[in-house]
């Protein structure tokens, strides 16, 4: 079975300060993807990220950097010079590929709060 | 192009009746998924459908259902309802292919309340 782990239920940064949200993930399956996503107070999910499982590369996007290791079952997550925007609740989630199993499972979220 | 809608955006049933919830993807895309949100369990796969046909199924016992028309709207209903059913109800829907193993794009919920 498939399972993901966000420890950090609640984080507080001052704005402009750099913030890592953390994510391991167990999954018996060598093919899979990782997904971040965020949910603002509005309330609707919004994707930011997918990484397959063999795809260990970081990636930028802005302010917002990744961070995935195999060796560790880890998919963490940096936001640089946090702004107030960025405060909001974050999802990691883990799909596995087997036709008829590609259900997403979401980690219990990151409640991040950015503060002026 | 318009996003995910979903309708109602909230409702209010007792123990017992039945609930059908309603999903329009956006435009082109083919696969719909549903998720379940509760303080308790979190967020939760429900199901997904692709062409009409129920393509995965998470861990929900059978008062949970839906469909899917030739439009791609999909519908869930959840049936004898327990207190334990009021939730947030995401739709979500992808283009074709991918489903829950690609990008996923979110309605605003359907907030039910049981009483």
């Known amino acids: 079975a498939q399972k993901v782990t966000q420890a950090q239920t609640e984080i507080s940064v001052v704005e402009k300060e750099d913030v890592t949200l953390d994510c391991v993930y167990e999954?018996?399956?060598?093919?899979?993807?990782l997904f971040w996503y965020k949910q603002p107070p509005s309330g609707e999910l919004v994707f930011l990220i997918r990484?397959?499982?063999?795809?260990?590369q970081n990636e930028i996007s802005g302010r917002y950097s990744w961070n995935f290791q195999k060796s560790t079952s880890s998919f963490n997550f940096t936001i640089t010079a946090s702004q107030v925007v960025d405060s909001a609740v974050y999802f990691c989630?883990?799909?596995?590929?087997?036709?008829?199993?590609?259900?997403?499972?979401f980690g219990t979220g990151t409640r991040l709060t950015i503060i002026p | 192009k318009a996003g995910v809608t979903q309708t109602p955006r909230y409702l209010i049933k007792t123990r017992g009746q039945q609930v059908t919830l309603s999903c329009s993807p956006i435009?082109?895309?083919?696969?719909v998924s549903w998720y379940q949100q509760t303080p308790g369990q979190g967020l939760q796969f429900l199901f997904e459908?692709?062409?009409?046909?129920?393509?995965n199924k998470g861990n929900f016992p059978g008062r949970f259902s839906g469909r899917q028309f030739s439009n791609s709207r999909s519908e869930m209903n959840v049936s004898t309802l327990e207190l334990g059913d009021s939730a947030l109800y995401l739709c979500?829907?992808?283009?074709?292919?991918?489903?829950?193993?690609?990008?996923?794009?979110f309605g605003p919920g359907t907030r039910l309340t049981v009483l």
């Open positions: 979500a829907s992808s283009p074709e292919g991918s489903g829950p193993t690609g990008e996923q794009f």
């Open positions: 999954t018996r399956d060598t093919t899979y993807y």
């Open positions: 990484r397959n499982s063999f795809d260990e």
């Open positions: 989630a883990l799909s596995e590929a087997r036709r008829g199993n590609e259900k997403l499972t």
């Open positions: 435009s082109g895309h083919r696969s």
């Open positions: 459908y692709f062409s009409e046909t129920q393509r």
